[in-house]
Nanobody, 124 residues
């Protein structure tokens, strides 16, 4: 049973930074593509960033490109999302997801496992 646990969310002022972490247990972490998605109230869950199981294939949504960075530490079974220059429109629940053998899909249906989410609130 693969489990994902996000942490690091919180309240931050516009222009500030946060780093989200997602700890993965119960599987061979290095074989999973990892993704970050977010869902704002009343909106569908949307893609934020992803990284393939290998060390290539990194993707970002246009809305976060240049501000967010996804990274992974296979030794710690953890994926990170460094978020800089945060904007109020970044406010959402952020979810990490794992896709076995994946290449960093932008689509929610490609992911096999999901965390419970962590709230990020950016005040103006």
């Amino acid at each position: 049973q693969v489990q994902l646990v996000e942490s690091g969310g919180g309240l931050v002022q516009a222009g500030g930074s946060l780093t989200l972490s997602c700890d993965v247990s119960g599987g061979t972490f290095s074989t999973y593509a990892m993704g970050w998605f977010r869902q704002a109230p009343g909106k569908e869950r949307e893609f934020v960033a992803s990284r393939a199981w290998s060390y290539g294939n990194i993707y970002y949504a246009d809305s976060v490109k240049g501000r967010f960075t996804i990274s992974r530490d296979n030794a710690k079974n953890t994926v990170y999302l460094q978020m800089n220059s945060l904007k109020p429109e970044d406010t959402a629940v952020y979810y990490c997801a794992a896709d076995h053998g994946g290449m960093g899909s932008k689509f929610t249906h490609d992911y096999d496992y999901w965390g419970q989410g962590t709230q990020v609130t950016v005040s103006s």
